[in-house]
């Protein structure tokens, strides 16, 4: 199913909005993912309240909620001991956008009769999805429309639509029928992992339909995981009574109007979801019932400006702006709205690969939370980076169950993929054995404590973490013949390379987490002796067990080839022959797509940044020559098949003086979704490479580092641009950074006082001298 798409980018350049101008069915797959809403629990993708009736293969019009999910088994023909048993993914729950029009007996649908003008219209800074056109109908009475959506960033359980009709050259009869409906069913994912899920035919079973005037509740349960949901709708048509009515798995309320030419007719519908994952089931029902009728009582305009208050707070901290490319400055904030969406602010669940946008990956969560989305929240919206790891603090008993079944006495091993906490990757290779999720687990933690000093956190949950996944290390580790701490059998972040020995990547971001857990113990023995004490109880780490591990740490080994003067992805790769790129058509990538596993296994072939990624998280441990001889090597062989991995080498480009690059790289990721350039975008948005174009000005132009807690500028300006600037929350301080051709200018916005280098040249911020202008002729 690969729909014919066009990219946005024929469409306006506005720096705050994404909008089309026309309906079209080439590209009604790519937009109803970008025009998709989410508030990190709902998303509602954006197919028309109509529906869609245009060739198949063109549509996908699901509705997601993050967190909420089926289960079933997974069969192995050939099954092993401890492989992942279970897999969870997220449903397409029932749509309740649905709202049917019809006039004088024809249905609107913007592919029968004429479409006149058409605009449809997000604008960033609103969170309202506004739609507006003209209609004739095949008899030929023509309606204005203008609809507005909206998905409740304050209320996670809530969205609402108000639809208001205008009758241009008739009076007469309109009917408006307002539904939710039951019947739907997820994608099937094929051969291509990044599609969907591996089920077919429905997973949630009608078990009640509720009506009370203009209420409409579908109670639903699914199969295996055992919960209940809600979705309910409850409409409203000002002067007009509602009509309840059921169809199989759909219902909802009929409203037949008496239209007068020239006067708009306004339906406005509000929608929740509540399930069993959440609350008690006996409660759901009620708590819908409230949360819509406060909605309505509130109205539509009230929730418009409450979701433009939520957005002006998180502009407020998250903006980033750049003077001199408007298709940039579109796809940057593009990318952050879309976090903002995503990202499960309860806890309870997390940000998954394509957020709530389509089922691609199925709702699963990866290691793409921490590395590459984490320092986005945290240094723009830090209490969303602490939920972010709440969930995994709320995952720690799966963790350790996990481990049990891997073998390991002690500690514990957070899934590859998961939404639940359980390991759901079926496939080991590139998954299980990707035990780096540990690592990384453990520095968006150590990230977390250096720019909050959140130390009650770290008392509370954030040692527990760090003690037992380090655990694992000394678990798989041993010391080879010359007394090297070895870690074998693990897959790195790049999947074109798999189960190999010392993998660098692994090892010094082990060596790092063995470091952290050592010191953060002493720390908290010292001067917070009772949680202390409370964690070791519970985990029944000694000083004994700690002194293993720094002694594992100062021996890891790191594979260095001294001939190329280069860090070796892992002990075999550059043994092995390098693929054969000259001889691959275009047509062949992505390459997990065209061939097997272990043909690419064989060759010195990445899919993505890998020892290139160590160099940006462990920058202090490079030197920049080092930096620039990895780049140099691992460029050449990397296919960047994964949307993870531009951001990376753009950073590390702009790092090592390779501006162009750094750019070019730098574009590839920060439109990846608006320009399709992956060409699967209508499965839903990749989250990681939004957060990675955060990282890139960042990370990447600004040259901003933390390392132990110690922050650093190295800014350049491309070409194109005449400034940039972000701001950055650090340790109680909020410092706007902006640069342009000639100064880069550091503002103190919040906090008593920041320190930082800018090129190794020291400077305090404090509020009595909150600003410091440096000139970047230098550097020129
Ligand atoms: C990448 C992984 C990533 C996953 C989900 C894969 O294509 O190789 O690193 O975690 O996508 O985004």
Redesign the pocket.
Known sequence: MQPSTSPLSTLPLDPWCIRETAFDTASHFLRETLFALGNGYIGLRGTGEEGYTGPAGTSLDGTYLNGFYESEPIVYPESAFALAKTNQFMLNVPNAKGIAIEIDGARFDPLTGTLGRYERELDLRTGVLVRSLEWTAPGGKRIALRSRRVVSFANKHLFAIEVELTPLNFSGRITLRSFVDGAVKNQEAGDD??VGSAVSGPALQTVAVEQDGAFSALVQRTHNSGFTLVSAIRSVVEGVDADAWQEGQRAGQTFVCTAVEGQPLRLTKYGSYHSSRDYPEGELLARAQETLTDAQAAGFEALCASQAAFLADFWAGADVEILGDDALQQGIRFNEYHLLQSVGRDGRTNIA?KGVTGEG?EG?Y???TEIYIFPFFLYSKPEIARKLLEYRYAGLPQARERARQMSHAKGALYPW?TIAGGECSAYFP?GTA?YHINADIAYSIKSYYEATGDLDYMAQAGLEIVLETARIWIGIGSDDREGRFCINEVTG???YTALVNNNYYTNAMARMHLRFAADMADQLARERAGDFARVAAATGVTSEEIAVWRDAAARMHLPYDGKLGIHEQDDSFLSKKVWDFANTPKENYPL?LNYHPMVIYRHQVC??ADVVLALLLLSNEFTLEDKRRDFDYYEAVTTH????SSCIFSIIASEVGYHDKAYDYFMETARLDLDDTHGNTHYGV???AMAGTWMGVAYGFAGMRVSDGALRFAPTLPRKWQHYQFKIQLRGAQLQVRVSGQVAEYTLLAGDALDFTHFGQEVALTRSAPAARISMEAQA
């Open positions: 992992p990044r690969a990956y699963h990866f290691w793409d993929r590139a990707q972040p790049d999947e997990l899919k993505q098949d994964s949307s993870l990749h989250t990681a």
